[in-house]
């Protein structure tokens, strides 16, 4: 099928055209209703050297990876139209331009460079080809494949004495007709942006500044040129943008312009002033102007237009990303802006492929400078969101694993922002249903630490958590992996384990605390539905003691050539009690690493591995460490690894979390 064929098709379909290949991870995403932001691949070939180009693709991906959405770098790849790289394709690319081995391309290029490629890889044995798309052919393919969002550095626009060259990018007429938003810091700064709004404006093209009223010159917030509207905030992009391509069919994109407010913008555009000049002298035109004036601009201003640049590309990012997230939202709700201004989504949220259902608390940890005495002790107070249940749905989350999370919250003092932060800045889901709010008090805990940042104890109210909701069997169709911690009454939680069970999913369990764990425990009728547990040392020999026939003894007077047999005889008097075709248990040694216990069905004999931790000198809290060691965890299973490599991805991510004393994880 033609490219121009496939794109038609694509405008009533609900899959993206043969012609476009998609990342797994993007695809899957898509289908889940993920948000998702497109990348332009221009910018890694061509908009700066090699491997600053590749250090800026990776942050960016990461600002978007944090806020919950699915980086997709848009390229052509030895003539297969690519959305989504992996990221040894992404340092390809990045070393394709220098080499010579990435062609810019605007859309009209996207056949011509396609059938081109093809034709040298079937003819000979060259390395890899590349295509770079521009603004333009990056919008094209984004919309074949169904995204709706796209993060740029700068977009073209009308040159300098266009109105007598016409020269003009094609990337205002892509905006035209091609319905995604377009996240920048303007056009470039090296046009004629007076004549780039007037020509949009005839396009009939919707253009707004972020949180300004005067339209950015990319390096410069100032271009002397006022914005046709300011947008306040994501949610304001959101609801034009559906509005105009859902209530109103209306076919072209949307510009969001923000301002870049580097300080070196000025005398970045005192230098391209200068470099316009040359390129004019050396009458470099049409699409090698912007490559040569980036290049000598940056000569000009020892470095600082590159930094500036990477700046504004990563600013755009969060932006893009929170755009993204609304869009979202939006269209979870419903399409008009009162929907999406309620409390809740009122429709149903994409699948998510894990459940977490647990405690949303306020955590206040208390670090004094000092031993602590007994009166008052000076020192620090952070407060933050916590709760094991949220603690692992964020990291979940942040991760891009989309959890679906149950809890409940009061009316009052804080519930209902720890609830929009979970969404708006992790990428977690929850509905009406899955939060419930109480009459009260929102859970708290206050944590005091000592000198060492080693936990002494700790305070509690937690009543509102009696009233978490549970998720029924039906809502557990589909879902992988439920997690679960002891927050809720013990019925609430062996329900909500059998239910698990039921619908097929796969259950994990994080005990919480010594208290809570042994109480759980306690149920043969709750250990049976189990096939992953998350203890620490104390709260591993407190569930195996609370089984029916004694249990095991603490370290202390056993064999002291074995540190590790205790943990290993309770922890296989825990494996027998578990699900009998599959059972692990991961357990948190603290400075000395992480055991792991296995089964594989009830025949098959248990398997321990321990891990070693890597040394840390300087351990800010250790408070939620745990926590994201359950949540990498799940989420590296979710990505397809197996027990023993989902353990080092979550000790590599529990390890970040010790470097944070102003929340549970980082």
């Known amino acids: 099928?033609?490219?121009?064929?496939?794109?038609?098709?694509?405008?009533?379909?609900?899959?993206?055209?043969?012609?476009?290949?998609?990342?797994?991870?993007?695809?899957?995403?898509?289908?889940?209703?993920?948000?998702?932001?497109?990348?332009?691949?221009?910018?890694?070939?061509?908009?700066?050297?090699?491997?600053?180009?590749?250090?800026?693709?990776?942050?960016?991906?990461?600002?978007?990876?944090?806020?919950?959405?699915?980086?997709?770098?848009?390229?052509?790849?030895?003539?297969?139209?690519?959305?989504?790289?992996?990221?040894?394709?992404?340092?390809?690319?990045?070393?394709?331009?220098?080499?010579?081995?990435?062609?810019?391309?605007?859309?009209?290029?996207?056949?011509?460079?396609?059938?081109?490629?093809?034709?040298?890889?079937?003819?000979?044995?060259?390395?890899?080809?590349?295509?770079?798309?521009?603004?333009?052919?990056?919008?094209?393919?984004?919309?074949?494949?169904?995204?709706?969002?796209?993060?740029?550095?700068?977009?073209?626009?009308?040159?300098?004495?266009?109105?007598?060259?016409?020269?003009?990018?094609?990337?205002?007429?892509?905006?035209?007709?091609?319905?995604?938003?377009?996240?920048?810091?303007?056009?470039?700064?090296?046009?004629?942006?007076?004549?780039?709004?007037?020509?949009?404006?005839?396009?009939?093209?919707?253009?707004?500044?972020?949180?300004?009223?005067?339209?950015?010159?990319?390096?410069?917030?100032?271009?002397?040129?006022?914005?046709?509207?300011?947008f306040d905030n994501a949610m304001d992009v959101a609801s034009a943008f559906l509005t105009s391509s859902k209530e109103l069919g209306m076919p072209c994109g949307m510009l969001v312009a923000v301002p870049n407010h580097d300080p070196a913008g000025q005398n970045v555009e005192i230098a391209i002033q200068e470099a316009l000049q040359e390129a004019e002298a050396s009458g470099i035109q049409g699409r090698d102007v912007t490559p040569f004036i980036l290049r000598t601009v940056a000569e000009k201003t020892d470095g600082d237009s590159l930094r500036s640049n990477m700046s504004l590309v990563k600013r755009n990012a969060e932006v893009g990303a929170d755009i993204a997230n609304s869009i979202r939202d939006l269209s979870l709700g419903g399409s008009t802006r009162e929907t999406v201004l309620s409390s809740r989504p009122k429709m149903s949220p994409p699948k998510s492929r894990v459940v977490c259902v647990g405690g949303a608390v306020i955590d206040t940890v208390a670090s004094p400078e000092n031993e602590i005495i007994g009166t008052s002790n000076p020192g620090k107070i952070h407060r933050s969101d916590g709760g094991v249940g949220r603690n692992v749905a964020e990291v979940l989350g942040r991760l891009g694993s989309t959890p679906l999370f149950y809890t409940a919250i009061g009316k009052a003092d804080g519930g209902q922002g720890i609830v929009s932060r979970l969404e708006k800045e992790c990428g977690v889901i929850t509905t009406t249903k899955s939060v419930q709010v109480a009459d009260g008090n929102t859970a708290q805990y206050l944590a005091l630490l000592d000198k060492n940042s080693e936990l002494v104890g700790g305070v509690a109210d937690m009543e509102v958590l009696s009233k978490i909701p549970i998720p029924s069997v039906e809502e557990l169709h589909g879902v992988d992996y439920l997690v679960l911690d002891a927050n809720a009454p013990v019925d609430s939680v062996t329900t909500a384990a059998k239910n698990g069970v039921r619908a097929g999913s796969l259950v994990c369990f994080e005990p919480t605390s010594v208290p809570k764990a042994k109480l759980l425990s306690s149920s043969n009728e709750f250990m049976e539905c189990l096939n992953y547990v998350f203890p620490n040392e104390d709260e591993l020999f407190a569930m195996a003691k609370a089984s029916d026939d004694g249990g095991v003894e603490s370290e202390e007077g056993q064999d002291s050539s074995d540190e590790y047999k205790p943990v290993r005889d309770a922890a296989l008097k825990m494996l027998s009690r578990m699900a009998s075709d599959k059972a692990h248990i991961v357990v948190s040694l603290g400075s000395r690493g992480v055991l792991l216990a296995s089964k594989a069905d009830a025949l098959s004999s248990p398997e321990f591995r321990h891990f070693p931790a890597d040394v840390v000198s300087d351990i800010k809290s250790s408070n939620g460490a745990g926590d994201t060691l359950c949540g990498a965890f799940v989420h590296a299973l979710l990505r397809g690894a197996g027990e023993e490599e989902a353990v080092q991805f979550g000790m590599n991510a529990a390890l970040l979390s010790l470097d944070c004393a102003e929340r549970a994880i980082s």
């Not at 490219?3 to 995403?29: D, I, M």
């Not at 139209?81 to 331009?97: K, S, T, Y």
């Not at 890899?128 to 074949?144: D, E, I, N």
């Open 1 to 230: 099928m033609a490219f121009h064929q496939a794109l038609r098709r694509y405008t009533t379909s609900s899959a993206a055209p043969s012609c476009v290949k998609l990342l797994p991870e993007v695809a899957e995403a898509l289908s889940s209703g993920r948000p998702v932001v497109a990348l332009e691949s221009t910018i890694v070939a061509h908009g700066m050297p090699y491997p600053q180009n590749l250090e800026l693709a990776k942050d960016v991906s990461q600002i978007l990876r944090n806020k919950g959405v699915i980086p997709a770098t848009i390229a052509i790849k030895n003539g297969v139209f690519r959305v989504g790289l992996h990221p040894d394709e992404l340092e390809d690319l990045a070393q394709a331009g220098e080499e010579g081995r990435a062609m810019k391309c605007s859309t009209r290029d996207l056949p011509l460079v396609a059938s081109k490629h093809r034709r040298i890889m079937s003819s000979s044995e060259e390395n890899v080809q590349w295509g770079a798309t521009t603004v333009a052919a990056t919008m094209r393919l984004a919309h074949a494949a169904g995204i709706k969002t796209f993060v740029t550095g700068g977009t073209g626009g009308v040159h300098r004495g266009g109105e007598l060259s016409l020269d003009i990018s094609t990337d205002l007429i892509e905006l035209s007709r091609t319905p995604v938003v377009v996240v920048s810091a303007g056009v470039k700064s090296i046009l004629d942006v007076k004549r780039t709004l007037e020509m949009l404006e005839t396009l009939a093209v919707p253009v707004g500044t972020w949180k300004s009223d005067e339209f950015p010159a990319f390096f410069s917030p100032i271009s002397g040129v006022k914005s046709p509207t300011k």
